[in-house]
């Protein structure tokens, strides 16, 4: 009888060429992910996640599903696993779930933050867990061109050049912009994201907050409909996926908000999509 599991896995992505596994043996976490789970369930496993990250991109709750037909306990395929996973990466959860349940297509919504470090030089530590910047930023002024990404919108804008999804309207159901000491953190939940959205999200932000643009650019650039009017990417380097949501009668398990070097936030309202 084949049974579904779900995974909260953390990594840090600075290693590997993204989430996804590649041909011609490129690193990848999905592949690192599957050899070790293959080994404890003693057959082949594909996994599924909540939702894909590029070159250098980490996470601290990222979700993912597969499937067995072995019977294992939780911890086996928690500690088991990690017995043969590099120390980049690590599940820190796991739990059986109806078989409807899906990673990707069961998530209400998706959150990252991104994580800027605003100093006179650059970090040693946190080199490649941070996106460093030594312009000083206005915080408040970032916060406020945020408040027009929220809502539903056309994010053409803000979506690479070959970002593959069918539509570029998005859900943004919340954007925090904090300072924590020398740390600037973008904090954003929507129902999905586009390819680099976050990371050109950033560019923009960045560039009011060091006084380059006026906060009604941000505005100017969305109603553009136009990428080349947005600005540079920012790089992957601070970018984390932190949390998926899902209806509460799949019970997927919680990982802390990450990343874990930060300190604890309240959790700003918001309402679930529909």
């Not at 919504?109 to 030089?121: K, N, W």
């Not at 923009?204 to 941000?218: H, N, Q, R, Y």
Request: proline residues 5%; positive net charge; aromatic residues 12%.
């Amino acid at each position: 009888m084949t049974k579904k599991v779900v995974l909260v896995v953390e990594y840090n992505g600075s290693a590997y060429k993204g989430w996804q596994a590649q041909k011609n043996g490129v690193p990848s976490v999905q592949e690192n992910i599957e050899k070790a789970l293959s080994v404890i369930a003693n057959h082949p496993v594909k996994v599924v996640c909540a939702g894909r990250t590029d070159a250098g991109v980490h996470a601290s709750a990222q979700v993912i599903h597969f499937e067995t037909h072995v019977q294992r306990n939780e911890r086996s395929w928690t500690m088991g696993a990690n017995t043969y996973l590099p120390s980049d990466i690590s599940i820190v959860a796991a739990k059986y779930v109806a078989d409807d349940f899906h990673a990707r297509f069961s998530a209400l919504t998706r959150r990252y933050r991104y994580v800027i470090y605003s100093a006179d030089f650059c970090p040693a530590i946190l080199s490649k867990g941070v996106t460093w910047t030594y312009k000083r930023l206005d915080v408040e002024a970032m916060q406020q061109a945020a408040k027009v990404f929220k809502g539903t919108h056309d994010f053409t804008s803000f979506r690479a050049v070959g970002c593959q999804a069918k539509t570029p309207m998005r859900t943004v159901l919340n954007f925090e912009v904090q300072s924590f000491g020398q740390y600037v953190v973008l904090d954003v939940r929507a129902n999905a994201f586009l390819h680099h959205m976050i990371r050109n999200f950033a560019g923009v932000l960045m560039s009011i907050g060091a006084g380059e643009k006026p906060v009604e650019w941000a505005e100017e650039v969305l109603r553009s409909k136009d990428r080349t009017k947005g600005g540079i990417t920012a790089p992957p380097f601070g970018l984390y996926f932190v949390d998926a949501e899902y209806p509460e009668n799949f019970h997927v398990p919680k990982n802390a908000l990450g990343p874990h070097f930060l300190p604890f936030v309240e959790e700003p309202n918001y309402e679930l999509p529909s």
